[in-house]
Nanobody
Framework: QVRLVESGGGLVQAGESLRLSCEVS????????LGWHRQAPGKERELVAE???????KYADSVKGRFTISRDNVKFKFYLQMDSLKLEDTAVYYC??????????WGQGTQVTVSS
C-alpha cells in the first residue's frame, strides 16, 4: 500500500525559507510523477509543483523562481524548497503521487503559515 508522509511545515516570517519533505513507501517511486499541492482556507486545492521520473519539473506561476521541487530516488523522498515566502503562501501543503492520469495517493498535509 502506498503511503506518503510530509514533514517540515511550520510558522515563518515573510521572506524566509522552509523546506518540506515527503517520504513515500510501498511505491514504485523512481518511475512515478510526484507533486506538491496546497489548499488555503476558502480556496480550492492547487498544484504547486510537479516532478516526473526524468526529473522534469513544472511550477505554478505564483511560485516560479521561489520554489524548487526535487526528488531522491534512493531514499524514496521528495522535497519542496520554498524561498522568499509570502503571506499568500499560507496553506496546508500536501504531497501526492500520480497514477496513470491523476493524483491518487496523498499525504496527510502539513501546515505552512507565513506571517508579516
Amino acid at each position: 500500500q502506498v503511503r506518503l508522509v510530509e514533514s517540515g511545515g511550520g510558522l515563518v516570517q515573510a521572506g524566509e525559507s522552509l523546506r518540506l519533505s515527503c517520504e513515500v513507501s510501498g511505491s514504485i517511486f523512481p518511475i512515478t510523477t510526484l507533486g506538491w499541492h496546497r489548499q488555503a482556507p476558502g480556496k480550492e486545492r492547487e498544484l504547486v509543483a510537479e516532478i516526473n521520473s526524468d526529473s522534469i519539473t513544472k511550477y505554478a506561476d505564483s511560485v516560479k523562481g521561489r520554489f524548487t521541487i526535487s526528488r531522491d530516488n534512493v531514499k524514496f523522498k521528495f522535497y519542496l524548497q520554498m524561498d522568499s515566502l509570502k503571506l499568500e503562501d499560507t496553506a496546508v501543503y500536501y504531497c501526492a503521487q500520480k497514477g496513470w492520469s491523476f493524483y491518487d495517493h496523498w499525504g496527510q498535509g502539513t501546515q505552512v503559515t507565513v506571517s508579516s
